[in-house]
């Protein structure tokens, strides 16, 4: 019984070979170009235990305003995009509605996010936030969805989805004592 081992040894693809003709002939040799091509997919998504989240939770916002930051890192390889959808196009809160007031209270929602050469930044009202609206972020992210930034970001800080709105001041509508609140849902995608 013989046993038959085998050994593979890759080596690096060359761009070009030489072949000998058989005999020593002329010519004795015929150089063969090889091309060889690669790609890299990019990839992109929050950096891990960064993504946008949390909860903000600011009493009497009629009278003080809303100002809050949650910071995210993008780790993304190439130009990327991100998107955000309103839930309520607003802070919302339930109940009826007597005539002179509302349940909806508007507030403003900005995107900044940094890369490694340039930064991105757009503001809309979160009432543009909500389908069939426009908001040059609004939707889910993909490659021509979403505020895009277009170069890489890997260890970028000052990132940020910020929620602000000034003391309500309207004399009409009035708005509804309860407790208000709106989800807002934040997605990245790469744009190349």
Do not use: W
Not at 131 to 141: D, M, P, Q
């Amino acid at each position: 019984m013989s046993a038959v081992s085998a050994i593979a040894i890759a080596g690096p693809a060359a761009a070009q070979t030489t072949a000998y003709a058989v005999g020593q002939g002329s010519p004795n040799e015929i150089a063969l170009s090889i091309p060889v091509k690669a790609s890299v997919g990019g990839r992109c998504g929050f950096k891990a235990g960064t993504a946008p989240s949390g909860t903000y939770n600011q009493p009497n916002f009629d009278v003080t305003g809303l100002n809050h930051d949650f910071v995210f890192e993008l780790d993304c390889t190439g130009p990327s995009r991100v998107a955000v959808v309103s839930t309520n196009g607003g802070l919302k809160t339930g109940g009826t509605v007597p005539a002179g007031y509302t349940t909806l209270a508007p507030y403003t929602v900005a995107l900044n996010l940094v890369g490694s050469s340039t930064t991105a930044t757009a503001n809309c009202l979160a009432a543009t936030l909500v389908t069939g609206s426009t908001c040059s972020f609004l939707g889910t992210a993909s490659t021509t969805v979403g505020l895009r930034l277009a170069a890489s970001s890997l260890n970028q800080t000052g990132s940020y989805l910020r929620v602000t709105a000034p003391p309500y001041t309207a004399a009409s509508p009035q708005l509804v004592a309860g407790s208000y609140a709106d989800t807002l849902t934040v997605t990245i995608s790469a744009s190349p």
